[in-house]
């Protein structure tokens, strides 16, 4: 399977770079310019246009550049953003190239698109956004698309573009909202993880629990490998709905070896927020059990110490790893 996988991958990059030459013609505006075009187009929840047919078309003009790389989703209510900051950071202690992209941001539009943890500059922002800016204009001269493609749309593009040029080995991406028809989710990535489900943006996603885990479950497809936080039962039972009709067998994150699934490190009179013990499924594919084996093979990912594994498997272990952590930390911190 991962040779397969990465003969895709190479396939991909190969008609990426003729493309590339193509679209580097258009002519760049500076930072400021693309960053005004961007928020011109109108707050990213307000005037979202869910649907992914939009994105689907532009990332095809501008060549599939996530078909590059390997990807992890991470979608949920709470959680999303700590799963992917865990992950990002044991992928580079691991030595893995890696890409990430996140929302919203806090000062700069440019926190939203890392590479091996430092946001993309300025002026590669620019370019790419000019680029992507330039096809979405093309696409809608040419009756392709009917209407311009929105804020988060756009900078999906740019990120997902941005780490084809770059050449990560692996994007982790957060959902902006939702995840059936969230721009993220055209990426078709190879891992899912879903942290733990609430009640969030019932405007969009549904009133009920069930509803809205419908919508974060949808990003589960054939193949993908995925990894599900702790859930309220309601939450769950549509998760691995989805799991079954798909033909996905899960790993389910938060299960463990003691009563509770977690075990604590007693500090003084407190107790350090508690790390599932066991993930059953990637234990075999290590190839031991539960145990402390087990969670020191972890710690040499993420000390880039452990014998050669490929990305992919890695990506796995990790996801695991990263949305067991925030299954228990989120409930309680955020």
């Known amino acids: 399977m991962f040779h397969t996988l990465r003969r895709i991958v190479e396939k991909s990059k190969n008609a990426f770079a003729k493309l590339r030459h193509a679209t580097k013609k258009c002519s760049y505006v500076n930072f400021q310019e693309s960053e005004h075009y961007l928020l011109s187009l109108g707050n990213e929840v307000s005037a979202m246009k869910l649907g992914l047919e939009n994105i689907r078309t532009l990332l095809a003009a501008l060549g599939d550049p996530q078909k590059n790389y ?55 922002f620019a370019e790419f956004a000019s680029r992507v800016r330039h096809i979405a204009e093309t696409l809608v001269a040419g009756g392709e698309l009917e209407n311009v493609p929105t ?32 721009a993220t989710t055209v990426a078709n990535a190879e891992i899912a993880a879903i942290t733990r489900i609430d009640i969030d943006h019932q405007k969009y996603l549904g009133e009920t629990i069930e509803e809205i885990a419908a919508e974060k479950a949808a990003i589960i497809h054939a193949g993908s490998k995925v990894v599900i936080g702790d859930q309220q039962s309601e939450a769950m039972d549509v998760i ?39 993930f ?24 880039g110490s452990c014998s050669p594994i490929t990305t992919f498997e890695a990506a796995w272990i990790i996801a695991a790893f990263s949305a067991a952590i925030s299954s228990i930390v989120s409930p309680r911190y955020f």
Not at 109 to 124: A, L, N, P, W
Not at 291 to 302: D, K, M, N, Q, V
């Open 151 to 182: 804020f988060f749309e756009q900078v999906t593009a740019i990120a997902l573009i941005a780490f084809a040029e770059a050449n990560v080995e692996l994007a982790i991406l957060e959902t902006g909202l939702g995840g059936r028809l969230d």
């Open 280 to 303: 059953p499924p990637v234990a075999a594919r290590i190839g031991s059990t539960p145990t402390e084996r087990h969670r020191s093979r972890i710690t040499s990912i993420a000390s």
């Open 70 to 124: 390997l990807k992890v989703q991470v979608a949920g209510t709470n959680g999303k953003g700590s799963v992917c900051a865990f992950l990002n950071s044991i992928c580079l202690n691991a030595g893995i190239k890696t890409g990430m992209y996140t929302s919203p941001h806090l000062v700069s539009i440019t926190e939203r698109v890392k590479f091996d943890g430092i946001d993309i500059s300025d002026g590669d």
């Open 240 to 278: 691995l709905e989805r799991c079954r009709s798909v033909g996905v067998d899960p790993i389910l994150a938060a299960t463990g070896g003691n009563p509770a699934g977690r075990e604590g490190v007693d500090v003084g009179e407190t107790e350090t927020p508690s790390l599932p013990v066991g």
